[in-house]
Each structure stands twice: as C-alpha cells, then as structure tokens.
C-alpha cells in the first residue's frame, strides 16, 4: 500500500471538472470548493451537475474527496447574526458534500472573538448541534482543522477539538483533519523521530488516532510555534522533508488522504513538484 496524495483542485466550469484537472497532475486523492468559499448566498448544485460529478468519480477513481467550508464560517462568534449565518453555511457544506458523496467537510473551528477560549468553546459545540440536528443521518463527517492560533481562533489544541466532539451532541459526525503547517505553527513538532513519535502519541491520548481522517500537507513559511497560518512549498520551510517523510512512511496513516494546500498557478506545476516531492519520500 501506498498512501493517497493529492491538491486542492480548483472548480472552476462546475465542481465536476475538479477531477479531469486533479488527474492531469495525478491526484489519488483531492480537496474541492462546492461553493464560493467568500461568499454567503450560493445558487444549489445542479442535479445534472452532481451526476456528472458521479460519472467523473468512477471514471477518474479519484477518491476519497473531501470539501473545504466557507472562510466566512465562524461557528464560535458571540454575534448571533454572524452565527445564525454559520450555522446556515455549513448546513448548505454538509448538504452539497452529501450529494457529491464526499468524506468530509473540512472546517475551521471557529474564533472567539474576546469572549474567551472556554465561551468560544461552547458556543462551537452549540452550533455543531444544530448542524448536525439539521442534517440528520449524513455519512459525510464534519472534519475539525487544526488551526496555527492566530488571533483569537480556536483548535490551535488538541485539547480544543476534543473538547468540541466530547461536548458535542453527535460526536460520531465529528473527526479531524490534521494540517502540518498549523500544527507545526501551533508548536506540535515533526521534524525528527522523536517529537514526530511524541506529537501523534499526544494527538493519540488527547483525540484518537482513529479520528485522524484527513492531512493537510503544507510546509510551514515560519518557525515552531510561530502562530502564523502561512502556507509554503513541501520542504521549503520550518518543517522540512523529514516531517513530511515520518508521515509518508507511518503505517497507520496509509489510507488517511494527504492533500496539498501549497500556493499554486492556474498550470499547477507547483502541485506536480510538491507530489513528485512527495512521492520521492516513500521508502520502498
Ligand atoms: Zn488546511
Ligand atoms: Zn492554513
């Protein structure tokens, strides 16, 4: 067994074209927009679109796809306006991702806006509820990112996500997408044997390696512990090849996706490097 690499793949002509674009570079695995990632109101996906999308699935293989939510989201703001619109936001996520059938909805916790961790906390539970009240019976999970920790946004903890699914009303919807640059931003380090054994351990006794379902693989532009969300090339920044080589090569994460999130061009040759680097890192 190998493990499943692949990029964000742009949808640009309909969420279905993401596959064509995501075979062209060699995607086994990928990460898709439904929707306009900037805005609220969003037209529904078109039944012949979302068969289309069924077509290219089995044609390309290209599996399994998750979805990034919206950035506007913020499951944690003390403003009921501004979480009411959340709510509403990721419901439309969850509903699109069903429909695609895809593995998860990947989605960043949430900020708390001064209010406090503990309060921001809660409030995210709060809204995941309703999510999830209102979706009932989806196979699509809702996938908690870490996140670096700027500002006042949450998740930059293990403890936070867990805190989030233990306290949540259906924790069985609920999992982690693990994203090596905000980890690494966060302070969990990868880089040798040691503290890349030491941060699964801890992420193992906090949330449960079984909840790992999907990698981010970004290198991170700044040091440890920075707290600073800024994505670089694989082996380009803090973490290094090794940290990226520990994962490639760690038995229990041989059918975990890892997708990359790396700045790219509309030819996505920095994708097809960044793969290619990838793949160099899996011993035989
Ligand atoms: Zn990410
Ligand atoms: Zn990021």
């Known amino acids: 067994?190998?493990?499943?690499?692949?990029?964000?793949?742009s949808?640009?002509?309909g969420v279905s074209k993401a596959f064509e674009r995501g075979r062209s570079i060699g995607c086994d695995t990928m990460q898709i927009f439904t929707r306009n990632q900037n805005r609220w109101d969003n037209k529904p996906l078109a039944a012949d679109e979302i068969e289309r999308w069924h077509a290219a699935a089995s044609a390309t293989g290209i599996a399994p796809v998750v979805?990034?939510?919206s950035y506007l989201i913020n499951l944690g703001s003390p403003d009921d306006a501004l979480w009411e619109k959340s709510i509403e936001a990721m419901v439309d996520e969850l509903q699109r991702a069903e429909a695609l059938g895809l593995l998860g909805v990947v989605v960043h916790p949430g900020a708390h806006m001064e209010q406090g961790e503990e309060a921001g906390i809660a409030r995210v539970i709060a809204g995941l509820d309703r999510i999830h009240a209102a979706t009932p019976g989806f196979r699509t999970l809702t996938l908690l990112e870490i996140t670096a920790g700027q500002g006042s946004t949450l998740g930059y903890r293990f403890e936070h996500l867990a805190a989030m699914r233990r306290g949540?009303?259906?924790p069985e919807r609920i999992a982690v997408?693990?994203?090596t640059c905000?980890?690494?931003a966060a302070g969990y380090d990868l880089r040798t044997p040691e503290t890349y054994a030491a941060t699964m351990a801890e992420f193992d006794r906090v949330i449960g390696l079984d909840l790992l379902?999907?990698?981010?693989?970004n290198d991170s532009k700044g040091a440890?512990?920075?707290?600073?969300?800024?994505h670089e090339h694989i082996g380009k920044g803090g973490i290094g090849l090794s940290g990226f080589a520990h994962i490639l090569n760690d038995p229990r994460f041989v059918h975990v996706p890892m997708i990359l999130e790396t700045p790219k061009s509309d030819d996505m040759h920095e994708d097809v490097e960044n793969l290619a680097v990838l793949r160099s890192l899996i011993h035989s």
Request: aromatic letters at 12%.
């Open 1 to 9: 067994m190998v493990p499943k690499l692949g990029a964000h793949m």
């Open 11 to 13: 949808t640009a002509g």
């Open 67 to 69: 979805s990034h939510a």
């Open 168 to 170: 949540a009303a259906n």
């Open 177 to 179: 997408c693990f994203d």
């Open 182 to 184: 905000h980890a690494f």
């Open 213 to 217: 379902k999907c990698f981010h693989f």
């Open 224 to 230: 440890l512990g920075n707290r600073k969300d800024r």
